[in-house]
């Protein structure tokens, strides 16, 4: 992480564009969180680490509205969830996109149609426009051009998950979330991920909600790490402070054999 | 949310357009017409823009300016740019670069009559294929199944039960309260047409006959192909675009053993017996048909039946309950293979499975009408 970057995102008087105060999420005798606080601020790339099982995808969909929480508060943008969530049914105000684990593309529609479909829902735009919009999306994410007109179905699962973010970004999000991007990429395609999200997050202003065990990602691009544990959010903060947590899964994800490679690489360059 | 704009005005060489507000998706519409405007009256790419009162940019908008600069590279892209902040410049790096890459042109789309034989050639390779695919599916099937029976430890017996439960014991409503009601309805039919000869009581005979040797087989025949057919198809082929299928090779499980043969072989018991099943419902329904508007008595009905119904017409019916059994079994799951990826090919094989199934078993009906005709049965 350059230390320019480190010093304008780390800086804590921005706005909160995800507020998360409380949140209790239960399913039956399985407490998934326990009064769980999160802040995510204007402009960050928040990564979202934790042990299988911690509730991070649960987390994700708590706050996107895809899971109604057993208790707790989520604003977004400074609005109550459930505001923003009633714009959302109406169309209106689309401000954040989603990319699921595994792309979740409609598999009866190809992948220019994937892209298109909410901008053409939403918006009254020619095709002369559309067509050239999608291009770029697709070259964007870094797919090869012919792979606009194929099905989701015969896409390899890398090329799934750069359709998935290409649809997110669709409506020119302001606010994204992604599950695992870079799980299951080779590394260089994670790398274009990562170059992507940051350019993405330095151009746009997009903050960037990642849910990741990618220790590549998470050095390069994170301005902050939240650590899932226990029921809640166990420490937030830049990877070097939060590496230095004592709590036994921490020490372990942090300086474990893999953990260790990746740390000893950016220390030294 | 500032309303964009253009103002083209004269620079020192060529145009240089002023740009303002933002430049974001919702106004992506209004937009392309300025630009397609802007362009008339300035052709020419040697123009510049003025980016300084630029609000904000997203990766539409920024399409939308290059769009407006005409061709460019993006080692070019600066000097054309007046005024523009090193974010904006960024993206708009991006987006020039990710349009450099070659773009896929959009397809043609061919008319005529080429068109009309390319269609009519590969429907008949189509369906020959198909046809060909239906018998080596049948084929595969039977030597499992006969394998399975010489080693009845491999049948999947939990399996074949579940099955059993919901392709049998679950329809018994449905079968019953349909064949009681087409047995009144031939009954009603009976007496309108036989009152006018004072023959009647030959109603008796005509549910009978109607129910032994055809309903009692087609009803549920019908029902189980778009009941369990249709389930067969979706759960199958739902598992194959979930690569479930190919897993359960990787596990040394063959998908015919596994999954097929349960179908089939519960299929196999349950509809002859929810035949017969529905040939006593439907007689049941002529009776009480008979009784209320006939004045024929139950115990007149049951002793007709009994006296002057032989035995060969049940025979008939119900040796084509298997037949048919296997049919519906068999397009079921076969369907369920033919699956590609997407939730739509799902549908498109669940009903191309009721509808080809439901077609096999009437053509069987006819031809076992034919065949027993002439057998004189």
């Known amino acids: 992480m350059s230390t320019s970057a480190s010093q304008i995102h780390t800086d804590s008087d921005r706005e909160n564009v995800i507020e998360v105060r409380g949140l209790v999420n239960r399913f039956g005798e399985n407490l998934v969180h326990d009064d769980l606080d999160l802040d995510v601020r204007r402009g960050e790339i928040l990564g979202v680490v934790g042990g299988s099982g911690t509730g991070k995808s649960v987390l994700l969909r708590s706050i996107v509205g895809l899971l109604k929480p057993t208790a707790g508060d989520i604003s977004l943008f400074g609005q109550p969830q459930a505001q923003v969530l009633a714009e959302y049914e109406q169309g209106k105000n689309i401000r954040y996109g989603v990319m699921f684990q595994d792309g979740a593309l409609f598999s009866s529609l190809t992948v220019r149609e994937n892209i298109k479909l909410a901008i053409s829902e939403h918006f009254d735009i020619s095709d002369d426009l559309l067509h050239p919009l999608s291009c770029m999306k697709i070259s964007l994410v870094g797919l090869p051009a012919h792979s606009a007109t194929l099905y989701p179905s015969s896409l390899s699962g890398g090329m799934r998950k750069r359709a998935g973010l290409a649809r997110a970004l669709a409506m020119e999000p302001e606010l994204l979330f992604l599950d695992e991007p870079t799980a299951g990429l080779d590394p260089v395609s994670a790398d274009g991920i990562d170059q992507l999200l940051r350019t993405l997050r330095d151009t746009l202003g997009l903050t960037v909600f990642l849910v990741t065990h990618d220790l590549d990602t998470l050095h390069a691009i994170c301005d902050r790490i939240a650590v899932l544990a226990e029921h809640k959010v166990l420490t937030v903060g830049p990877l070097d402070e939060v590496a230095q947590y004592d709590h036994p899964w921490v020490q372990e994800y942090f300086s474990g054999p893999r953990g260790r490679i990746v740390t000893s690489q950016y220390t030294d360059a | 949310?500032?309303?964009?704009?253009?103002?083209?005005?004269?620079?020192?060489?060529?145009?240089?357009?002023?740009?303002?507000?933002?430049?974001?998706?919702?106004?992506?519409?209004?937009?392309?017409?300025?630009?397609?405007?802007?362009?008339?009256?300035?052709?020419?790419?040697?123009?510049?823009?003025?980016?300084?009162?630029?609000?904000?940019?997203?990766?539409?908008?920024?399409?939308?300016?290059?769009?407006?600069?005409?061709?460019?590279?993006?080692?070019?892209?600066?000097?054309?740019?007046?005024?523009?902040?090193?974010?904006?410049?960024?993206?708009?790096?991006?987006?020039?670069?990710?349009?450099?890459?070659?773009?896929?042109?959009?397809?043609?789309?061919?008319?005529?009559?080429?068109?009309?034989?390319?269609?009519?050639?590969?429907?008949?390779?189509?369906?020959?294929?198909?046809?060909?695919?239906?018998?080596?599916?049948?084929?595969?099937?039977?030597?499992?199944?006969?394998?399975?029976?010489?080693?009845?430890?491999?049948?999947?017996?939990?399996?074949?039960?579940?099955?059993?439960?919901?392709?049998?014991?679950?329809?018994?409503?449905?079968?019953?309260?349909?064949?009681?009601?087409?047995?009144?309805?031939?009954?009603?039919?009976?007496?309108?047409?036989?009152?006018?000869?004072?023959?009647?009581?030959?109603?008796?005979?005509?549910?009978?006959?109607?129910?032994?040797?055809?309903?009692?087989?087609?009803?549920?025949?019908?029902l189980l192909a778009g009941r369990s057919g249709s389930a067969f198809t979706a759960q199958i082929g739902s598992m194959k675009s979930n690569e479930e299928l190919d897993a359960l090779k990787t596990l040394g499980m063959d998908p015919i053993c596994v999954l097929v043969m349960p179908r089939v072989v519960a299929l196999l018991i349950m509809l002859p017996m929810l035949s017969f099943g529905s040939m006593m419902m439907g007689l049941i329904g002529g009776g009480v048909v008979s009784a209320l508007i006939l004045d024929i008595s139950p115990g007149m009905f049951a002793a007709r039946i009994y006296e002057y119904t032989s035995i060969n017409h049940f025979w008939v019916g119900i040796c084509k309950a298997p037949v048919f059994a296997f049919m519906i079994a068999i397009v079921g799951c076969l369907e369920g293979f033919k699956v590609t990826g997407s939730a739509e090919s799902v549908g498109r094989h669940t009903t191309s499975s009721v509808v080809q199934s439901i077609f096999l078993v009437l053509v069987a009906d006819s031809m076992f009408a034919v065949f027993f005709e002439q057998l004189g049965i």
Not at chain 2, 34 to 54: E, F, H
Not at chain 2, 83 to 104: D, F, M, P, V, Y
Not at chain 2, 132 to 142: A, D, P, S, T, W
């Open chain 2, 1 to 222: 949310m500032t309303k964009p704009g253009i103002k083209m005005q004269a620079g020192d060489s060529g145009y240089e357009a002023l740009i303002s507000g933002d430049w974001t998706l919702p106004f992506a519409a209004g937009l392309e017409q300025q630009i397609s405007v802007a362009r008339k009256y300035s052709p020419d790419t040697t123009g510049k823009l003025n980016l300084s009162d630029l609000k904000s940019l997203d990766t539409t908008g920024g399409l939308l300016l290059l769009r407006l600069l005409g061709g460019v590279t993006p080692d070019g892209l600066a000097e054309k740019l007046i005024g523009t902040s090193s974010n904006h410049l960024l993206l708009l790096r991006t987006i020039c670069e990710a349009l450099q890459q070659e773009s896929h042109p959009r397809r043609p789309k061919s008319q005529g009559i080429d068109k009309m034989f390319d269609r009519t050639g590969r429907w008949a390779v189509d369906t020959w294929t198909q046809v060909r695919v239906l018998l080596h599916f049948v084929g595969v099937v039977i030597v499992t199944t006969v394998r399975n029976l010489l080693q009845p430890w491999r049948m999947r017996w939990t399996s074949l039960v579940y099955h059993i439960e919901h392709v049998g014991l679950d329809a018994v409503p449905i079968v019953s309260l349909l064949s009681f009601l087409v047995g009144g309805v031939i009954a009603f039919l009976g007496a309108t047409i036989l009152r006018d000869f004072g023959a009647q009581i030959y109603t008796v005979e005509l549910v009978g006959y109607a129910f032994f040797r055809e309903f009692g087989v087609l009803l549920p025949a019908i």
